[in-house]
């Protein structure tokens, strides 16, 4: 008995350790690719001085935003000013206990875990709402009341595509999701057309979601530089807004781990060869980089365009997909 | 119905070219240099400071001491001197000064030098924190080059 706690407790801390250091990482490095794929896209060198190749930028980023002096604004809410990076980065580490990295690699296997990824996804825009509202800015309140508006609208059809998904696999395991995608990239749910003939195009949907909620560029309205001064960050320097970058490419991370799992078959092999969690990395930084190379191509939407096509098109079709399933599940 | 499915259509088309093009530049090799460590070569009719030109063979300047360089700067930022040469016959440039601060790059100097003496230099590189050290000594640029 005690000898099974310590060994619970061990693990607990081990998963722990092992999330937060993979939540640093992709933080850290994501920028670099963010930053030298920008560059590249552009023509350019980006980051080269700092080490070979400018690897070891995000080290120097992360001192130098460390050593920065956290500015507070008059009339703030100080503890709400505090609270809100931590509300947006929290609830993103937290999803990461489920995620399915191999056969054996999660920290916990939940029955609801699908569930839980999205109960607390929702948080993010709360954060950033809170952070807007606290900062006692014209600009940050602005792009914190478009951020609601803009989650609120691509919510729903990432649910409603959700849902579909899972009325085709049966369980909101995200581990038996996965099980049931082996043997071959054509077992994959983006490729399941006998189930649901719709599946690639809800995988698109799922994607333009994924940018949407995590505010990714053409949808980054929370940041809109060059309409609202830094959006939602603006007051915030230092670690703080450190904090958020942190957790907006933690966010992209898991957008991108719960697309692989759902739709590309987590850790499975495409050809039933060796699978493991190399694979579900493999797929993964693939969505990752897709995410920044979308970012590279295309500018920002205009806000009604951004709602338009939530409500207009996104909505109805992901709709008539879960209408589609429904009706394969019933016929076939 | 039919406008809209078009214009979904129409729309995810112009989106995939979009992204076409910026993978294809993610191939492509850069344009831009690494400044501090490489520099851009200046095209031929580029007209950084006069600078002076010597002669391949003895790696002497040129120059005469004519003054019609002198003469026809119109902003009178070239100041030269030589004395007679040691063979006696003509002169030899002392002192070349070019004080960069009132030269407007016209090249009147450059037009009106006969020996080919004196020609635009390809030196962009150029920051000053006194106003005394716009002015150039170009023979000791000159020497230096060589």
Not at chain 1, 53 to 80: E, R, S
Not at chain 1, 318 to 323: G, K, T
Not at chain 2, 48 to 76: F, I, N, Y
């Amino acid at each position: 008995m005690r000898m099974e706690f310590v060994l619970e407790i061990a693990r607990v801390v081990l998963y722990v350790v092992g999330i937060l250091a993979f939540v640093g990482f992709n933080a850290s490095y994501l920028v670099l690719l963010e930053r030298k794929g920008s560059a590249r896209f552009q023509l350019r060198h980006g980051p080269t001085e700092v080490g070979p190749f400018g690897l070891i930028q995000p080290v120097a980023d992360a001192v130098k935003l460390l050593c920065k002096q956290i500015l507070i604004p008059k009339n703030v809410d100080v503890i709400l000013f505090f609270m809100a990076p931590i509300l947006v980065l929290l609830p993103a580490i937290l999803c990461m206990v489920t995620i399915p990295f191999g056969a054996t690699i999660a920290a916990r296997n939940f029955n609801l875990g699908l569930l839980m990824v999205f109960a607390f996804a929702a948080f993010n825009v709360f954060g950033i709402l809170i952070g807007g509202w606290a900062s006692h800015n014209k600009y940050a309140n602005l792009a914190a009341a478009r951020v609601v508006a803009q989650n609120i609208a691509y919510e729903i059809p990432t649910l409603l595509i959700v849902v579909a998904v899972v009325m085709v696999t049966g369980t909101f395991n995200l581990q038996e999701i996965v099980a049931q995608q082996a043997g071959g990239f054509w077992r994959w749910n983006i490729l399941r057309l006998d189930l649901n003939p719709l599946q690639p195009v809800a995988f698109l949907m799922y994607f333009i979601c994924l940018l949407a909620e995590t505010n990714r560029a053409p949808f980054d309205m929370v940041e809109a530089e060059s309409e609202l001064v830094a959006g939602a960050y603006t007051e915030y320097s230092g670690m703080t807004f450190g904090v958020f970058f942190m957790a907006e490419y933690t966010n992209i991370v898991l957008g991108c781990c719960v697309a692989t799992v759902l739709f590309l078959g987590g850790w499975q092999c495409p050809f039933g060869l060796v699978p493991g969690p190399h694979w579900f990395l493999l797929k993964m930084y693939a969505l990752c980089f897709t995410v920044i190379w979308v970012r590279w191509s295309f500018p920002r939407v205009q806000f009604y365009n951004l709602l338009n096509l939530s409500w207009k098109i996104l909505i109805p079709v992901s709709l008539a997909n879960i209408i589609l399933t429904a009706l394969m599940l019933k016929v076939f | 119905m039919r406008n809209t499915i078009q214009e979904i259509i129409s729309g995810a088309y112009s989106l995939a070219v979009g992204m076409k093009i910026t993978i294809c530049n993610l191939f492509r090799p850069t344009v831009t240099l690494h400044y501090p460590h490489e520099s851009a070569t200046m095209p031929a009719r580029f007209r950084g400071h006069v600078e002076l030109a010597c002669d391949p063979e003895t790696g002497k300047p040129k120059c005469v001491v004519c003054m019609a360089c002198q003469r026809a700067c119109p902003s009178g930022c070239i100041s030269l001197d030589g004395q007679k040469s040691e063979s006696g016959k003509g002169k030899v440039l002392t002192a070349y000064s070019l004080d960069f601060s009132l030269c407007s790059l016209c090249g009147l100097c450059v037009e009106s030098c006969k020996f080919d003496a004196l020609r635009f230099s390809k030196q962009y590189n150029l920051a000053f924190t006194r106003r005394e050290e716009c002015t150039f000594n170009l023979l000791e640029r000159a020497q230096v080059k060589k």
